[in-house]
């Protein structure tokens, strides 16, 4: 097969770019005579790494000087502990959260294991195909923080305005599954993470951005590790790093760049979404259940209204190179994750196959 397509929802697929450069810098990065894989975290040569993909970073989401960014290990789903270590102040105090999928449902469970939690709004009862609208939201004044999950990775349920919460409440997002897929005004969140094994790199890495005033108040029983005054003072080298992981981010900051950043990417992602959304839409065969003003750009689940047809979808697809379509084990279907590494030849060959596989 000439054109492999991989619609994994992570770990995904990587700018093939930044592959063959990082196989090319594979037993010598840069001349130095070390794979990075190598190199001491507290070396020149990898500090150099750090440091670029930082700036980089910093750049393509124009980060504000008040804000600290952290490569951090245990991936987005720890951070459902590390942020309320980090953030509540005190086991009594409440975080409200807006419930629009698993990976929020997730970080509710996670976090009342911290502090009180108050479910703010939910879609659990319409089974996640909207956002509960902001007027609706029955938040909790003086709670430490708002948390939401910005696009949700399994549902297939993105929230495409800033969300806000009442007086100084900072506003948390878990930004997994679309970050850097569309410009975002970090000022208007105290704190923004994801897992890099979606739309940055492999996994491994957590990217977290915080505002400076929200740190240094870690709950006496946070790991040392995880406290992020630790990770910030010591430039993300408390503790031994996920190095090499770093290093494919930074590549992928640095394409990002070339490709034209954050802008672009969003009017690439929004042809693609449209073009597989207009798919599915057109024939009865398919099915996509959210409600169309929330549907994910990244994420695109959905479902054959035969499903005794599913095993002959999928091995059809794997037989034209269209890979990891299966949809999460939890919700079933299909699902086409089309971060901002996949081509919108990789969209049309598989909008091609839905027309095929239909027709037949």
């Known amino acids: 097969m000439t054109n492999i397509y991989n619609f994994s929802a992570g770990p ?19 001349g130095s005579g070390m794979s990075v894989m190598e190199m001491s975290h507290r070396g020149p ?22 804000y ?8 987005g789903l720890s951070q459902n502990a590390v942020i309320p270590m980090n953030l509540v102040g005190s086991s009594d105090a ?20 911290y502090a009180r939690v108050n479910v703010a709004a939910s879609a659990k009862d319409n089974n996640y195909t909207f956002v509960p609208p902001q007027a609706e939201w029955k938040l909790t004044p003086g709670a430490a923080y708002l948390h939401l999950c910005t696009n949700e990775t399994i549902d297939g349920v993105e929230i495409d305005f800033v969300p806000t919460a009442q007086g100084d409440t900072t506003v948390v997002a878990d930004m997994s599954s679309h970050i850097l897929s569309r410009p975002v005004d970090v000022s208007k969140y105290g704190l923004i993470f994801g897992g890099a094994q979606k739309n940055i790199g492999p996994a491994g890495v957590t990217v977290v951005i915080v505002r400076d005033d929200l ?5 006496p029983f946070c790991p040392s590790a ?36 954050v802008a672009e990417m969003e009017r690439r992602n929004m042809e693609k979404a449209a073009l597989l959304y207009a798919a599915l839409d057109a024939d009865d065969f398919y099915q996509n ?20 047809k599913n095993e002959a979808f999928l091995a059809g697809a794997k037989a034209r ?20 590494a996949m081509p919108i030849e990789g969209v049309q060959a598989l909008v091609d196959y839905l027309n095929e596989f239909a027709g037949r």
């Not at 740190?215 to 709950?219: H, V």
């Not at 406290?227 to 394409?255: C, H, R």
């Open 94 to 113: 409440t975080i409200d959260f807006v419930q629009t999928g698993s990976w929020s449902s997730k970080s509710i469970k996670e976090a009342a294991r």
């Open 226 to 261: 995880f406290d992020f005054k630790n990770v910030a003072d010591n430039e993300s080298m408390y503790n031994t790093p996920p190095t090499y992981g770093i290093y494919i981010a930074g590549l992928v900051f640095q394409w990002l760049k070339r490709q034209g950043g």
């Open 289 to 308: 259940r959210v409600l169309p003003p929330y549907r994910s750009r990244m994420n695109v689940p959905f479902y054959l209204r035969d499903e005794s």
């Open 321 to 340: 190179g269209l890979l990891q379509l299966k949809g999460h084990k939890s919700v079933g279907g299909m699902r086409a994750s089309i971060y901002n």
């Open 68 to 75: 600290k960014i952290l490569f951090m290990q245990g991936g």
């Open 45 to 66: 040569e990898f500090i150099s790494i750090y440091r670029a993909a930082e700036r980089d970073l910093r750049e393509l989401l124009a980060v504000p000087d008040n």
């Open 12 to 30: 995904a697929v990587l700018p093939k770019e930044v592959l063959a450069q990082a196989a090319a810098e594979m037993l010598d990065w840069n």
């Open 215 to 219: 740190i240094g108040k870690a709950l």
